[in-house]
Structure formats: structure tokens, C-alpha cells
């Protein structure tokens, strides 16, 4: 939980999708998900921004790495 402009927010669940694939250097294609060895997030509520790092490896063959930032909408979620 965390406070913005005087409003509290919970929080959310994070949905990422898509498929993510590596073609290692005898021609094996891989999908990155199954390598995955990190994944980070944090949030700056001063800006409302969401970055996520995701690491993936496969046993020294390759490296993966992708950082993301996104602007984050919140809404004010209140019992009625």
C-alpha cells in the first residue's frame, strides 16, 4: 500500500503477455520464459511510473535483458 496525493492505493496485479524467443547458436529456438532468472519492478508514485526488469540465460549460450518503463493510471478504489 502506498499514498499518492493523499490517496491510499492497494497493490495490483500486473499482467504481462507475449512470447519471447532466442535462436542459440546451433539453431535451437528457445522461449525465454523458461530461462528466466530475475524479475524486478518498482514504482515511482512521485511521476507514476512502473519499471520492470526482466534476466534470462540459457547455461552461458546467451544473455537476455530488457528494462521497461511505463505510465501508470491509477483510479480510486472505495467501498460504496
Known amino acids: 500500500m502506498f499514498t499518492s496525493d493523499g490517496v491510499e492505493y492497494t497493490q495490483s496485479t500486473i499482467y504481462l503477455s507475449g512470447t519471447a524467443m532466442m ?3 546451433d539453431g535451437t529456438v528457445t522461449t525465454i520464459a523458461s530461462h528466466i532468472k530475475s524479475f524486478e519492478t518498482s ?4 511521476n507514476r511510473t512502473l519499471t520492470y526488469r526482466l534476466v534470462a540465460s540459457s ?5 537476455f535483458e530488457r528494462e521497461m518503463t511505463e505510465k501508470v493510471y491509477l483510479s480510486k478504489v472505495g467501498a460504496e
Open 23 to 25: 535462436r542459440d547458436t
Open 43 to 46: 514504482f515511482e508514485s512521485e
Open 59 to 63: 547455461r552461458g549460450k546467451w544473455e
